[in-house]
């Protein structure tokens, strides 16, 4: 995991990756980049490339783990696998709700007619 320590790492207690972060005095120059520092010729420099190196071989050894422990995670490999059934067809909704409309009103207009007469 990449880890870009700002001030002395901890090694102790349960927190030991969490690195606290130091503030600056307000007229301190602002400290280099992960970039500028990589771009730079320095033994810092150096370490800052090697550390990377190492952080993406572990990124592709656990992505190779991962693929021989759950191969069936891959899906955008294949394409997605239709499991519904024939749609019914609209007009048959539609029907339904015309005929249950027009039974509602027959009703209430032989219930008006009953008690009007």
Same mark, same amino acid.
């Given at each position: ?18 690195? +606290?972060?130091?503030?600056? +005095? ?14 730079? +010729? ?37 394409? +997605? ?37």
């Amino acid at each position: 995991m990449l880890k870009q320590h700002v001030a002395a790492p901890s090694s102790s207690g349960p927190d030991a990756d969490m690195v +606290p972060f130091e503030s600056r +005095p307000a007229g301190a120059a602002p400290q280099a980049g992960v970039d500028e520092i990589a771009a730079g +010729p320095g033994a810092l420099a150096q370490g800052v490339r090697d550390q990377l190196a190492r952080e993406v071989a572990e990124i592709e050894a656990a992505t190779a783990a991962l693929q021989r422990a759950e191969p069936t995670l891959e899906s955008w490999t294949q394409a +997605p696998v239709t499991a519904t059934g024939k749609p019914r067809p609209v007009w048959l909704l539609v029907g339904v709700l015309w005929l249950s409309t027009a039974l509602v009103t027959a009703g209430a207009v032989v219930a008006i007619a009953t008690l009007a007469g």
